[in-house]
């Protein structure tokens, strides 16, 4: 395992759930931290801009109130997702506002940015820079990221295509920072399975979809208790990057989801107008089969503890 920097080191569950478009908002976030997993959400999810303040204040003041409350479990840190793309605006505005209430821990998608880094390294921040392959994780480490989110094969969203084992041996050979491994992970024992390959954190996303406090249509959440990874379709269509999705939602959208045209990836598009107009299609990872149910996240938490137990000990006693 990595030497992990501060807030990372005292996780009380080895688990960052992954912020969702859309769906992420301040009370599924509390609720994961208070469960023992890093909570997230993008910035770009509060809109108008204004309100992500008021979602940083909701956010630190729920977990402060808690940790005084509860001395002996602290809830975990949480995180806020920047995409650092051309495409978003906001991109400096949110980032102040991270700087203004220390966000402890920073997650960077689609671009690896020196200044960016600094803002968050500026009050103690922790940034982790999600990549597909190797060579972006050089990148974005030489350009300051303290840690990486290897996205691997499966994952729910913006996905890449190289196996978990390819990718995490790869990092592995020369990087030995935090590293939180994404892809089909919904499960107790898929959490041991990847630090056994090398990786500090699972990340886990599509699962935290189905939970009470997700911001997700309840048709959406019942999509993924009701399919499995047959029902997933990798396409750049919808933002001009390749990622997963449901196909019933694809079908419901008029389009063969066996026939998706190829878009531009130089009009990639994260908050205007190509956004809202698939805003139905639904982003999901290979790990559904898993999710049987929809529960509260204090719930599925406490299941993937369990079954994180249980495989240990299977292993242990083997």
């Known amino acids: 395992m990595s030497k992990l ?3 990372l080191d005292r ?5 960052i759930g992954s912020p969702l478009f859309i769906i992420s908002n301040p009370k599924l976030v509390i609720a994961q931290c208070i469960s023992g997993v890093v909570g997230s959400m993008p910035a770009l999810n509060a809109r108008p801009a204004e309100q992500l303040e008021e979602w940083l204040i909701e956010i630190t003041q729920a977990l402060s109130a808690f940790n005084q409350a509860n001395p002996d479990r602290p809830a975990a840190p949480f995180a806020i997702n920047q995409i650092v793309h ?4 906001r991109l400096e505005h949110d980032m102040a506002m991270c700087v203004k209430y220390k966000v402890p821990i920073i997650i960077t998608s689609l671009g ?5 880094y600094a803002a968050a390294h500026s009050y103690g921040g922790v940034v982790l820079h999600d990549i597909i392959n190797n060579k972006h994780a050089h990148k974005a480490i030489e350009k300051g990221a303290d840690g990486l989110i290897a996205v691997a094969a499966g994952a729910g969203g913006h996905a890449g295509v190289k196996s978990p084992f390819a990718l995490i041996q790869e990092i592995r050979q020369w990087f030995d920072g935090p590293v939180a491994l994404s892809g089909s992970i919904a499960t107790g024992g898929a959490v041991l399975a990847a630090q056994a390959m090398g990786a500090d954190f699972a990340y886990i996303g599509s699962a935290f979809i189905a939970t009470d406090e997700a911001r997700a249509a309840d048709a959406y959440k019942q999509a993924i208790v009701d399919n499995d990874s047959d029902e997933i379709v990798y396409s750049n269509l919808f933002t001009g990057v390749h990622g997963n999705y449901l196909a019933p939602s694809i079908r419901a959208a008029g389009l063969d989801p066996a026939n998706l045209p190829e ?3 130089s009009k990639m598009n994260f908050g205007g107008n190509s956004a809202k107009a698939w805003k139905e299609i639904w982003g999901c990872g290979q790990g559904i089969g898993a999710i049987t149910k929809v ?3 204090a719930d599925f938490v406490a299941q993937l503890k369990r079954e994180y137990a249980a495989a240990k ?3 242990l006693s083997a």
Do not use: C, M
Request: glycine share 0%.
């Open 263 to 265: 878009s531009d990836p």
């Open 295 to 297: 529960q509260s996240t």
């Open 313 to 315: 000990a299977s292993l």
């Open 86 to 89: 051309k495409s978003n605006d």
């Open 112 to 116: 690896a940015r020196e200044d960016i």
């Open 11 to 15: 996780l009380p569950f080895p688990v």
């Open 5 to 7: 920097p501060s807030p």
